[in-house]
Each structure stands twice: as C-alpha cells, then as structure tokens.
C-alpha cells in the first residue's frame, strides 16, 4: 500500500524533509544563543551602570582591547583637556537619532603621560562638512570627569569604514588604538563617554550622550521556537502527504474495482499500477 513511498518524487521529497530539519533547528539554535548573548550584555550594562565608580587606568590599558565585562563601567579619571588634537567622529545622530552631526572628541591627559579619549557628546553638523565645526571648549585647567566606559570602535563592530582621506580632525572611529596614529605618548584602549566634568565649564556645551536602553532583549527568542516549530512541522506535513496520497490510492483502487467488475474485470490491473 505504501509502496509510492518509492516513486522519485517521494523520495525527493522525504530526503528533502530530512535535509532541512537539522538546518532549521541549528537556525533556532543560533538564534538563542543571540537571545542569550543579548541578555548577558544587558546583564553586564546594568552591572556596569550601577557600579561605584573606579579610575579608567585600573580597567583599561594602552594598546589593550577593553573587555566586555567592563562594558559602560562608570569610570573616572584626572587630568587637562587636549583640545589641541580635539577632533570630531562623522555621522552621528542626536538623542532622539533624528538629525545628524559630530561626536566631540577630547583627548584628556592623565598624570604621568597617558591620556585617554573622551566624548564629550553631540553637536549639529554645520553647512561645510569639510570644514572643522565649531566646538565649545571644555573646562579649563585640571578636572576630574566621570564617564562610561566604552570599548574601541571597530569597522566589524560598527560597519564603518576607517576612512582615509577625510577633512583634517575628522574621524569615522572612536578609537583609542587608531588615535595613537596622531597623538603622541601612551593612549589607553577604548575611550569614555563623558557623564560630567568637574569643575565644570562655562556655557553651552555638547549634547550628552544618553545612557544606553538595555531593557530589550530583542526578537532572537521568538525567532528560534519559529525555527524550531518548522522542524516539527516537516515530519507532520510529510506524515499528512503520506496519508492523503494513500488515501486517493484507496478511493482509485475502489473505483476501478467497481468499473472493473461491471464491465471487463480490468480493475485489478488498474489497482495495481497505482498502487505502484
């Protein structure tokens, strides 16, 4: 009776079906490991913000990628502002991701020779994109700032491109690494996400960056049990086919028996091919 379980197409159709199975539930695999790798990164966010506070040099190091688990450590750190190699990051967007501008970014220099990248926020990109904007200047003389930590802009990370041949102090990374290319002495990895300078400055300056949203865990976990519930789904409509095609065989085979009987006995023949 189930011997068109032998016919090419079915065969095509049940290796097909028992191809996509173990890819669709290695789909729904990777999709929750992203769920998990998502919830983690909250995790270390929401570790990071409420943290007390500790100096930028005890987390992070010269030439040194920063760790995940220091992601958006509240940090501190002493020194004066570099406003000499002050240069600005391209095509960020505001608080509210509406309009485009600059990333104002200050070296400030630590005791002792290092310095490490601060930025102070976001202002609105001027009418000459190829000229330097006008920047509001940080405070003066020596100050302590606290910021948040984050790692070195990368094109992997990012999508964008370290683009050479842009107008002078303009950048597309924010990089502590790549910022050794036009600061002298040692720039430790990563850079700070200015939160407040004390003492403070004198009048308007930069949009603050906002703290990160790290409330979301995305759609990863429901895209996976989406996967998962077509690999179930597979045997189930194969499991269906088999039966519906074995079910038309059965009503052919009665009508041809009942031709066949009335009339030249030929249903047994009839029958057989079917069910062939």
Request: hydrophobic share 40%.
């Amino acid at each position: 009776m189930y011997r068109f379980l032998l016919s090419r197409s079915w065969v095509f159709l049940t290796l097909l079906g028992l191809a996509v199975i173990p890819g669709m539930v290695e789909l729904g695999n990777w999709q929750l490991h992203r769920h998990q790798y998502r919830v983690a990164g909250n995790a270390i966010v929401a570790a990071g913000l409420k943290a007390a506070p500790v100096p930028v040099e005890s987390l992070a190091r010269p030439g040194a990628a920063l760790p995940r688990r220091h992601l958006y450590r509240t940090v501190t750190a002493e020194g004066r502002y570099d406003t000499a190699h002050e240069v600005v990051a391209r095509r960020r967007t505001d608080a509210d991701g509406r309009r485009i501008g600059y990333h104002v970014i200050t070296p400030l220099l630590l005791t002792g020779g290092r310095s490490v990248l601060v930025d102070r926020g976001w202002i609105p990109a001027g009418d000459d994109l190829t000229a330097f904007p006008p920047i509001p200047r940080p405070a003066p003389g020596r100050v302590t700032v606290t910021g948040r930590l984050r790692p070195d802009e990368t094109a992997a990370a990012t999508g964008i491109r370290d683009r050479h041949g842009l107008p002078p102090r303009q950048i597309s990374l924010i990089s502590g690494t790549l910022a050794t290319r036009r600061i002298r002495g040692d720039v430790l990895g990563g850079y700070l996400e200015l939160i407040g300078t004390v003492p403070g400055p004198a009048g308007p300056q930069p949009q603050l960056i906002p703290e990160p949203d790290h409330s979301g865990v995305g759609p990863h976990l429901a895209y996976a049990v989406q996967w998962w519930l077509f690999a179930a789904l597979v045997p189930v409509g194969w499991v269906v086919l088999v039966r519906r095609q074995r079910a038309e065989i059965l009503a052919a085979r009665a009508k041809g028996g009942g031709e066949g009987g009335a009339g030249n006995g030929g249903g047994d023949g009839y029958s057989a091919a079917l069910a062939l």
